[in-house]
C-alpha cells in the first residue's frame, strides 16, 4: 500500500514571481505536473498535493487529473509543517508514504520505483534519495555510515563551515513507512535558521533510515530560481531531443532548436535551425520544417514544408509549402498540396486542396473550395469595426491580385475577380467580376509647362 504526496504550498520566494513556484512551466508542462506524472506509473493508492500560496491556481492547473486529494496548508511553516498536515487523511492508515518536493521536475519513475522497492526490501523506516552534486549549495546535505544508514541532513543555512564541503545531498525525494513517521511528526520543533518545521528533522528521527544514491544527479536537481529554471530546461532539452534523434528525427544545429515534450514527431522529419515546437504539436514524416519556424498546437501532414513561418492552433494537409514568412493563426486548416507563400496571413479559415495563395495576402473568416488562386494583395475585409463575417470561394475560382473582398460575401465556383476589384456584393459560378472604376485613357493629353500656365 503506497501513498504520495507532493509538496506544492510554498510561494518559492526565490523565483520573485506572483506565479507559485510549481506552476512555472518547463518545456510544455508546469513542475507540478511534471512531478506529478513521474508517480503516476507507481499506481499509488492515494494521491495527496499539498497546497497553500496560489492553491486555487495549483488546483485549477490539475484539474486534469480526477483522483488527487488536495491538501490546504494555510500557513507555510515548512516541509516537515507540510507533511504535518497529512495526519487527519491517513488516520490508521498502515502502508508507506512517498513524499516528493514539488520543484523536482525531472526526475525518472524509475528513480522513485528504485526508491520504494529499496525501502520495501530492508524494512526501513526510511529511505531517501541522494546525489553527489557538483555545486551542492543550498542543499540539504546527508551525512552517512557505511552502510548507506542515515546519521543525519542537515540544511545547507544550518551547516559548519566543514559540513557544506560535502556533496552529498538530499534530494527532497523520500519513502516513509507512514505508522512510524506519523508517531514523530509532532514532535518537529522550528529550531533552526528559517524557523521552519523541517521535514528532515523527522527523517533525522527515524531509525533506521537508508541513502539511495544516484548516478545521474540532473534528476535530482530542484528548481528555486530562474536560473535553476533554465539550467532544468536545457537539461530536458537535451534529453527530448535525444529521444527524437534515436526515434528517427533529423536535427540540423540542434542546440537552436526548442520542442516541448509535448511535441510528437514521425521519423524522417527533418528539422532546421532555429525553430521551435511546442505544445500539443504533431509533425508527420516526410516533413521539413525550418529554419526560423515556430508551430505551435498544430497538426501538420507528411511531406509538409515550412520555411520560415509561424503556425498555431492549425492543421496542414500532407504536401502543402508554406512560407517563407507565412502566418497562419487559429483554427487554420489548409488541404494537401496547397502553397501558403511569402507574406501570408491566414486566421479560422477552411481551405480544401492545391490552393495558391503566393504572395501577400489576408483571409480571415473564409471556407475556400479546391484550385483556387488567390492573387497577391487579396484580402478578404473581414470585420467591420463591431462584427467579423465570412467569405467563402468556390473552387476553381481565381481572386486577382489587389482585391478586397469585402464580407459577408459569397464567390461561387470558376469565378474570375478582376485585379483591384472591391467585391461587395454575391458573385455566382462562372462569371468575371471586375468592380473598379473602368481605366480612362485620354489621347494627346500632356500637362501643361509651367511657362504655358502663367500665360
Ligand atoms: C528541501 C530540503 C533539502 C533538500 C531540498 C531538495 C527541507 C527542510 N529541506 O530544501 O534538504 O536538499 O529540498 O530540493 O525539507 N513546501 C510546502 N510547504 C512549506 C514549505 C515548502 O509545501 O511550508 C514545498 C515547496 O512548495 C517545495 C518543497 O516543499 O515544493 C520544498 O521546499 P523548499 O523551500 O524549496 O525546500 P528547500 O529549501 O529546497
Ligand atoms: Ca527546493
Known amino acids: 500500500m503506497v501513498a504520495v504526496a507532493i509538496l506544492a504550498a510554498g510561494r518559492g520566494t526565490r523565483m520573485k514571481s506572483a506565479l507559485p513556484k510549481v506552476l512555472h512551466s518547463l518545456a510544455g508542462r508546469s513542475l507540478i505536473e511534471r512531478i506529478v506524472n513521474s508517480c503516476l506509473p507507481l499506481h499509488p493508492l492515494r494521491k495527496f498535493v499539498i497546497i497553500g500560496y496560489g492553491g486555487d491556481l495549483v488546483k485549477q492547473s490539475l484539474k486534469s487529473y480526477p483522483d488527487i486529494e488536495f491538501v490546504e496548508q494555510t500557513q507555510q511553516l515548512g516541509t516537515g509543517h507540510a507533511v504535518q498536515q497529512l495526519l487527519p487523511y491517513l488516520e490508521g492508515f498502515e502502508g508507506d508514504l512517498i513524499v516528493l518536493n514539488g520543484d523536482v521536475p525531472l526526475l525518472r519513475p524509475e528513480t522513485i520505483e528504485l526508491l520504494l522497492t529499496t525501502h520495501k526490501k530492508n524494512r526501513n523506516a526510511a529511505t531517501l534519495i541522494a546525489a553527489y552534486l557538483p555545486n551542492p549549495q543550498g542543499y540539504g546535505r546527508v551525512f552517512c555510515d ?12 544550518d551547516c559548519t563551515p566543514a559540513q557544506k564541503q560535502n556533496r552529498r545531498v538530499n534530494a527532497g525525494i523520500y519513502c516513509f513507512n507512514w505508522p512510524a513517521l506519523a508517531k514523530v511528526l509532532p514532535n518537529l520543533k522550528a529550531e533552526n535558521d528559517q524557523k521552519e518545521y523541517y521535514l528532515t528533522d523527522a527523517v533525522n528521527y527515524l531509525n533506521p533510515v537508508m541513502v539511495v544514491d544516484i548516478e545521474d544527479y540532473q534528476e535530482i536537481l530542484g528548481v528555486n530560481d530562474r536560473k ?14 535525444d529521444t527524437w534523434m534515436a526515434a528517427g528525427v533529423t536535427l540540423i544545429d540542434p542546440d537552436s532548436i526548442t520542442i516541448d515534450d509535448t511535441v510528437k514527431l514521425y521519423p524522417d522529419v527533418i528539422i532546421e535551425p532555429q525553430t521551435h515546437l511546442r505544445g500539443n504539436t504533431i509533425i508527420q514524416s516526410g516533413c521539413r520544417i525550418g529554419p526560423g519556424s515556430l508551430i505551435e498546437n498544430s497538426e501538420i501532414g507528411q511531406n509538409v514544408t515550412v520555411l520560415y513561418s509561424v503556425i498555431s492552433d492549425s492543421k496542414i494537409a500532407a504536401g502543402t509549402r508554406v512560407g517563407p514568412y507565412a502566418h497562419l493563426r487559429a483554427h487554420t486548416i489548409i488541404g494537401e498540396n496547397c502553397r501558403i507563400g511569402n507574406f501570408v496571413e491566414m486566421k479560422n479559415s477552411k ?22 488562386n488567390i492573387g497577391a494583395g487579396a ?5 467591420d469595426g463591431i462584427n467579423k463575417h465570412p467569405t467563402h470561394i468556390g473552387s476553381g475560382t481565381k481572386v486577382g491580385s489587389n482585391s478586397v473582398l469585402v464580407a459577408p460575401v459569397v ?24 468592380a473598379r472604376a473602368r481605366q480612362v485613357v485620354k489621347p494627346g493629353w500632356r500637362m501643361k509647362k509651367k511657362d504655358e500656365q502663367k500665360n
Open 351 to 372: 481551405l480544401g486542396e492545391k490552393n495558391n495563395a503566393a504572395h501577400l495576402a489576408y483571409i480571415g473568416d473564409a471556407t475556400i473550395g479546391d484550385r483556387v
Open 228 to 241: 535553476q529554471l533554465a539550467t532544468a530546461y536545457n537539461i530536458l532539452q537535451t534529453r527530448i531531443k
Open 411 to 434: 464567390l461561387g465556383e470558376n469565378v474570375t475577380v478582376a485585379a483591384g476589384s472591391v467585391v461587395t456584393e454575391n458573385v455566382p459560378s462562372d462569371s468575371l467580376v471586375i
Open 379 to 383: 484580402i478578404t475585409a473581414n470585420y
Open 146 to 157: 557505511n552502510n548507506n544508514i542515515l546519521k543525519e541532513i542537515v540544511e545547507d543555512r
